[in-house]
């Protein structure tokens, strides 16, 4: 039984951090009505050097886009959608 609870503390665990890894950040906490229209949005990502947007949608409080960077490596990236900041930025 000892083994058992172990084994089920340590998925437990392990599941935890997977779908914490898995979460979008918070990016803001206003209202939508606040938020910068997609176009405003996709105007201020190009600004930034990002390219060839294959995704581009509303990812919990964040917009999040799936493009390729200033260097051409691909980039999954949250943005504040008030802002239009980078919030997280994850490369290959």
Do not use: H
């Not at 951090?17 to 990016?27: F, K, L, N, Y």
């Not at 910068?36 to 999040?64: D, N, P």
């Amino acid at each position: 039984m000892r083994k058992f609870l172990m084994s089920a503390a340590i998925t437990a665990a392990a599941l935890s951090i997977a779908g914490a890894a898995a979460a979008s950040p918070v990016c803001t906490k206003e209202p939508k009505a606040k938020w910068l229209s997609e176009a405003q949005m996709k105007t201020k990502i190009a600004a930034l050097g990002y390219s060839k947007i294959k995704v581009f949608q509303v990812s919990g409080s964040c917009y999040e886009i799936y493009a390729l960077n200033k260097a051409g490596k691909k980039a999954e990236v949250y943005f504040n959608p008030v802002t239009g900041a980078v919030v997280q930025n994850n490369e290959d």
